[in-house]
């Protein structure tokens, strides 16, 4: 799914700070600092989006990104510093075996074939690499927001776990998170406060007092200590790390 320009111009100026984004990378780094060597990997985050992402997977290594949107595209290249293409997930244009880390973020909920998808991601990443997606979870909370996000589906820990087994993965880790603003977040998406007046679908950043934003920032930040020990249970998104064997 390619969203409005006006999502990736929204996501472009505030992904560096809004706090989804923000608590989002630190859960991931919970996840990925317990691997090791990092800082000399070859990355490759597969629908990019605005890039926002680059600066915190350079701490592993070197990263490229690919999207299927030439208007997400284009913004990468604005932040600069970083190769990108415009590519399908579905046919991926790199060689086999070719990333240690492949990640995958919020993107494979969008796609009518889930399977095939990490299959190809599967394809590109080294043996003995790795594989990060974060998911919607919990299909009994699917709402209105999800419809006009182009969620087709949220996603169970069995499901994800069968996911992984039918690609030849791994699982190493398996999470939820944002288990505690859960609530806060089933509010906000199910009154519908991410569509446009005129209905449609326009992801732009919801305004947040910034203490509002800190705060659900420190929440994550907690989250984000328990996961670098323990998987959580609950919330309203997944992650999970998956190795190539």
């Known amino acids: 799914m390619k969203l409005e320009k006006q999502a990736y111009k929204s996501m472009y100026e505030k992904e560096d700070r809004h706090w989804w984004f923000v608590g989002r990378r630190m859960v991931l780094g919970a996840l990925l600092d317990g691997l090791s060597p990092p800082g000399d990997w070859r990355v490759l985050d597969v629908g990019c989006g605005t890039g926002g ?118 699982v190493e880790r398996l999470t939820g998170y944002t288990v505690l603003i859960h609530p806060l977040i089933r509010y906000y998406r199910r009154r519908g406060s991410f569509s446009g007046g005129d209905g449609k679908y326009t992801q732009a950043m919801e305004t947040i007092f910034r203490p509002t934003n800190r705060l659900l920032v420190k929440a994550l930040e907690v989250e984000a200590g328990l996961i670098s020990r323990w998987d959580l249970r609950g919330g309203s998104s997944l992650a999970v790390l998956a190795r190539k064997p």
């Open 53 to 170: 992402n680059f600066p915190f997977l350079s701490r592993y290594g070197e990263v490229e990104g690919c999207d299927y949107s030439e208007e997400a595209v284009r913004y990468c290249r604005l932040r600069g510093g970083t190769a990108v293409r415009e590519a399908s997930i579905y046919e991926l244009p790199y060689p086999d075996d070719s990333f240690d880390l492949v990640t995958c973020l919020d993107v494979i909920e969008h796609l009518r074939l889930d399977l095939p998808a990490f299959l190809e991601l599967k394809r590109v990443a080294k043996r003995g690499g790795h594989v990060l997606a974060t998911l919607p979870a919990g299909p009994g909370i699917y709402s209105d927001f999800d419809c006009l996000a182009g969620h087709l589906r949220r996603y169970t820990l069995p499901e994800v776990r069968l996911l992984m087994r039918e690609s030849g993965l791994e």
